[in-house]
């Protein structure tokens, strides 16, 4: 790849309002900038990327590629709506249940400089225990959107109401957000013992299924705006990113800088190619299993945000195309560029030289950090240039 670093990132030509739900009162240009670079949302129309994705024809009968994970799977699989489910990064609310089988997984800060995660899990229904569940943000739904899935989560801040009373967000929720909300698929959430409240809402793969049918949620995609191509996957060898001129050593992670709270950090396993994520500085597992979690692809992302109160809470920037990052992959990273253009077209990633990242099959980490805090890989520090 020949790749030419971008040093002024591209800015919206209108004025921006942050997606969020119950904001509109917060709208909030951001100031234009001179445009002096392809603007993302054409090179998305351009066939360069489609001519690289290369059609199987070695896949069995009945078996098709994962959409999260581009490994192949049960067709059956592949055609059933992903699980987005809110699950908790607090010290007390470890391990949590079926997070190890997220194809991929969010991480983003919420108010008070504690971090929280999405996973996006494929084969879920069943999965016997789910959790423990935690309230969702806004922000985490319009990322969910670009799989169209089930949101499961336990309630929200009002910031919240808006965006899941809409039609096309099928959620199923322990509690109501306010006054003005449902409580859809309530009865699908247990409390256990083992842990106080908040940290012992749990859920399963066959209470979700039960309350979809009781609510009418179809168990398969059939948004016709759901793009099954959200990743590039490699399909003919590994993303070994050595050919990338501005390549550089990326074994450990550390998000300190943008999850101070929880110190999440990566580490690199040579042997396996995986990246083994922590929390607390100590593995970070998953209770079913008891194993660590691990990733192939991890993608630092900044994106612009605003705190929207005196709590706290926060609004990011979803749809965008003016924001830079890393992709990380077999112990090396490069810097990269982003651009998400509506709910639910997917999040694509770019070189600088604009052609599409090729994430290798398997699973994947997203950190969204906040474009005014930064991560260090391999003892620098990396910021946004996109402030």
């Known amino acids: ?3 030419l670093r971008v040093l002024l990132l591209l800015a919206l030509t209108s004025a921006f309002i942050l997606t969020g739900c119950g904001a509109k009162e917060e709208e909030t240009p951001v100031p234009d900038e001179t ?23 070695q896949i069995p009968d009945g078996m098709a590629r994962s959409p999260l994970t581009g490994e ?6 592949a055609q059933q709506r992903p699980l987005a489910i809110m699950l908790p990064t607090d010290k007390a609310a470890q391990p949590q249940y079926g997070i190890g089988q997220a194809g991929v997984l969010y991480e983003c800060m919420e108010e008070g400089d504690m971090s929280r995660q999405m996973a996006i899990i494929e084969d879920w229904q ?9 309230s969702c943000r806004d922000y985490y739904v319009y990322w969910a959107l670009e799989w169209d899935p089930i949101l499961v989560h336990f309630g929200g801040p009002y910031y919240l109401a808006d965006i899941i009373s809409r039609p096309d967000v099928n959620n199923i929720t322990g509690c109501a957000v306010n006054s003005t909300s449902s409580a859809p698929g309530c009865n699908a959430f247990y409390r256990t013992n083992d842990k106080p409240v908040p940290h012992n809402a749990y859920t399963s ?4 299924v039960e309350q979809c049918n009781s609510l009418g949620y179809s168990l398969t995609h059939v948004n016709e705006n759901y793009h099954e191509d959200h990743f590039l996957f490699a399909k003919k060898e590994l993303n070994t990113l050595e050919s990338d001129e501005d390549n550089f050593d990326a074994t450990e992670i550390s998000l300190k800088g943008a999850f101070p709270y929880t110190k999440s950090s990566l580490e690199y396993d040579a042997a396996t190619g995986l990246y083994k994520k922590n929390l607390y500085e100590s593995p970070q597992t998953d209770g079913a299993t008891g194993e660590q979690l691990t990733f192939e692809n991890v993608i630092i992302q900044f994106a612009y945000y605003e705190v929207r109160d005196a709590k706290g809470y926060l609004s990011f920037k979803c749809h965008d195309d003016t924001q830079d990052g890393y992709y990380i992959t ?9 651009g998400k253009k509506d709910d639910y077209s997917p999040t694509r990633y770019y070189y600088d030289d604009l052609t599409q990242v090729e994430f290798n099959p398997g699973k994947t980490y997203i950190a969204v950090v906040q ?6 890989i391999n003892g620098t520090d990396y910021a946004s240039s996109a402030q």
Not at 35 to 57: F, G, K, R, S, Y
Not at 205 to 208: D, I, M, Q, T, V
Not at 371 to 376: A, G, I, K, L, Q
């Open 371 to 376: 474009n005014d805090r930064s991560v260090n």
């Open 126 to 134: 069943g999965i016997e225990k789910l959790g423990n569940v935690r």
């Open 35 to 57: 445009v002096e670079e392809q603007p993302l949302e054409e090179i998305e129309e351009t066939p360069a990327a489609e001519e690289e994705i290369v059609e199987d024809d």
């Open 1 to 3: 790849m020949k790749k």
């Open 205 to 208: 793969g066959a209470n979700l």
């Open 330 to 338: 077999n112990g090396k990273a490069v810097h990269i560029r982003w």
């Open 72 to 77: 192949i799977e049960d067709e059956s699989i």
